[in-house]
């Protein structure tokens, strides 16, 4: 299968010449990144692969599933004495968030995903040298997954997730499925209904794995903390009512706007899910007759105004500060984005109908209590006033039923290092037997 899906690839090649430079000088991407696709070793690369120690490759795409990743490296560095962490991520705001961990040592290493073209992986794997490669929640590569078994290198798909897109997709693609899922050493899955997907895929039952869900770890800082860091930082008081939305996308904005204009003692904050999208935002919150004061300005949230989260990897605990959220990508056919990302910090969580990516945690919110469902996306706005008029829930019996809810998740990122460990140290004991 590997020459013939080379051999198919082939003919694209110019287009996929053409796609890079078009995201590079006309969707503005980075140069790092373009470099990065075509195969760009950075001396920080070479010393990785260079380290005498277990070396674990991470591929994170963008944002979310780079914050995914961090605590799985941190518990691999616990796990793993000595280990040596390289993150790639394939997206600027990804590559952004990678930045910081590599600031903080959480990880050794940080890249631009190169190309999936045999030849350019090949030369990144013989860079790295990795004795492990994870992919976090959806990533497969065809060719790099042959070449890391070719070359004795486990890998798997970690926090892993089975999309209604790669449900639908993967049986059409036939043999190229079977041999790209075939390649993968372990699937660490973050639920039950992914790993039953899986299943329905044809992947063996030996190889899936039930390790937990890391996004439903508890959060890194206790969600009261949060709340009065944010609120004193804004200057707000814990009189003040605020409503987050988050990961919005066009179409959405213009609901919770409404509100503000018919609530007018709520405090509104916007939060597009694309950073290209912060100044369309705000003009159209200025049309709607609102102040804007944005995260960048740094300056407190006056009454009235709407506050403009135009900053990348504060989302999740910008959240603390809210009384109610809102998830966006929901309202539109999008699939949704994390919902529990809220509730982590102690607030309830809204959504729409469309969250098709993210049934299990639609169903846990809904079940526990957590989160409320707008079915209707056409009366979503008297949905949502009635939401946001109902009686509170008190903070500590909600945060009673989040550890409720969200307990047999606990410790998710610690298995998914053990089982990442115990097949290195399965691939040495190899390797000496040799």
């Given at each position: 299968?590997?020459p013939l899906?080379?051999?198919?690839?082939?003919p694209?090649?110019?287009?996929?010449w053409?796609?890079t430079l078009?995201?590079?000088f006309i969707?503005?991407?980075s140069?790092?990144?373009f470099?990065?696709?075509?195969?760009r070793?950075?001396?920080?690369?070479?010393?990785?692969g260079?380290?005498?120690a277990?070396?674990?490759?991470?591929?994170?795409?963008?944002?979310?599933?780079t914050m995914?990743?961090?605590p799985i490296?941190?518990?691999?560095?616990?796990?793993?004495?000595?280990?040596q962490?390289?993150?790639?991520?394939?997206?600027?705001?990804?590559?952004d968030?990678?930045?910081?961990?590599?600031?903080?040592?959480?990880?050794?290493?940080?890249?631009?995903?190169p190309l999936?073209?045999?030849?350019?992986?090949?030369?990144?794997?013989?860079?790295l040298?990795p004795?492990?490669?994870?992919f976090?929640?959806?990533?497969?590569?065809?060719?790099?997954?042959h070449?890391?078994?070719?070359r004795?290198i486990p890998?798997?798909?970690?926090?892993?997730?089975?999309?209604?897109?790669?449900?639908?997709?993967a049986p059409?693609?036939?043999?190229?499925w079977?041999w790209?899922s075939?390649?993968?050493?372990l699937?660490?899955?973050?639920?039950?209904?992914d790993?039953q997907?899986?299943?329905?895929?044809?992947?063996?039952?030996s190889?899936?794995e039930?390790?937990g869900?890391?996004?439903?770890?508890s959060?890194?800082?206790?969600?009261?903390t949060?709340?009065?860091?944010?609120?004193?930082?804004?200057g707000l008081?814990e009189e003040d009512?605020?409503l987050?939305?988050?990961?919005?996308?066009?179409?959405?904005?213009e609901?919770?706007?409404?509100i503000a204009?018919?609530?007018?003692e709520l405090?509104?904050?916007?939060?597009?899910r694309h950073?290209?999208?912060?100044?369309?935002?705000a003009?159209l919150?200025?049309a709607a007759?609102?102040?804007?004061?944005?995260?960048?300005?740094?300056e407190?949230?006056?009454?009235g105004?709407?506050f403009l989260l135009?900053?990348v990897?504060?989302?999740?605990?910008?959240?603390?500060?809210?009384?109610?959220?809102?998830?966006?990508?929901?309202?539109?056919?999008r699939?949704g984005h994390?919902l529990?990302e809220p509730?982590?910090r102690?607030?309830?969580?809204g959504?729409g109908?469309?969250?098709?990516?993210?049934?299990?945690?639609s169903?846990?919110?809904v079940?526990?209590?957590?989160?409320?469902?707008?079915q209707?996306?056409r009366?979503f706005f008297?949905d949502i006033?009635?939401?946001?008029?109902?009686?509170?829930?008190?903070?500590?019996?909600?945060?009673s039923r989040?550890?409720?809810?969200?307990?047999?998740h606990?410790?998710?990122a610690?298995?998914?290092?053990?089982?990442?460990?115990?097949?290195?140290?399965?691939?040495?004991?190899e390797?000496?037997?040799?």
């Amino acid at each position: 299968m590997f020459p013939l899906f080379n051999a198919l690839l082939a003919p694209f090649l110019p287009a996929l010449w053409l796609y890079t430079l078009h995201r590079r000088f006309i969707q503005k991407k980075s140069p790092q990144s373009f470099a990065a696709q075509w195969g760009r070793i950075t001396p920080q690369m070479r010393a990785f692969g260079q380290m005498n120690a277990p070396k674990v490759w991470l591929h994170a795409v963008s944002v979310g599933e780079t914050m995914a990743a961090r605590p799985i490296a941190r518990a691999l560095k616990e796990e793993i004495p000595g280990v040596q962490i390289a993150l790639s991520s394939t997206t600027d705001t990804g590559h952004d968030i990678a930045k910081t961990l590599l600031q903080n040592r959480e990880v050794d290493a940080i890249f631009y995903f190169p190309l999936d073209l045999a030849l350019i992986q090949s030369r990144v794997l013989n860079a790295l040298r990795p004795d492990a490669i994870g992919f976090v929640e959806t990533e497969l590569w065809p060719n790099l997954l042959h070449l890391a078994r070719r070359r004795g290198i486990p890998t798997f798909l970690v926090n892993g997730r089975v999309s209604d897109n790669l449900l639908n997709t993967a049986p059409r693609l036939g043999p190229l499925w079977k041999w790209m899922s075939g390649n993968i050493s372990l699937f660490l899955m973050r639920g039950h209904e992914d790993a039953q997907r899986l299943k329905k895929l044809g992947v063996p039952k030996s190889k899936i794995e039930v390790t937990g869900d890391v996004k439903l770890e508890s959060p890194p800082l206790e969600s009261e903390t949060l709340r009065r860091q944010w609120r004193q930082e804004l200057g707000l008081s814990e009189e003040d009512e605020v409503l987050v939305c988050g990961s919005t996308h066009a179409g959405e904005e213009e609901i919770f706007l409404g509100i503000a204009r018919q609530k007018t003692e709520l405090r509104l904050a916007l939060a597009p899910r694309h950073p290209h999208r912060f100044g369309e935002v705000a003009a159209l919150t200025e049309a709607a007759g609102f102040k804007v004061i944005t995260r960048s300005s740094r300056e407190s949230w006056s009454k009235g105004a709407v506050f403009l989260l135009d900053s990348v990897g504060e989302l999740g605990d910008f959240y603390a500060v809210a009384d109610f959220a809102f998830v966006g990508g929901s309202l539109i056919n999008r699939g949704g984005h994390n919902l529990l990302e809220p509730v982590l910090r102690g607030v309830p969580v809204g959504f729409g109908p469309f969250v098709h990516n993210f049934v299990a945690q639609s169903e846990l919110l809904v079940a526990h209590k957590l989160g409320t469902m707008a079915q209707d996306p056409r009366i979503f706005f008297e949905d949502i006033v009635t939401w946001l008029d109902a009686p509170r829930t008190s903070r500590p019996e909600f945060a009673s039923r989040v550890a409720t809810a969200l307990a047999p998740h606990q410790g998710a990122a610690r298995r998914m290092a053990q089982k990442i460990k115990e097949e290195i140290n399965h691939r040495d004991a190899e390797t000496q037997r040799k």
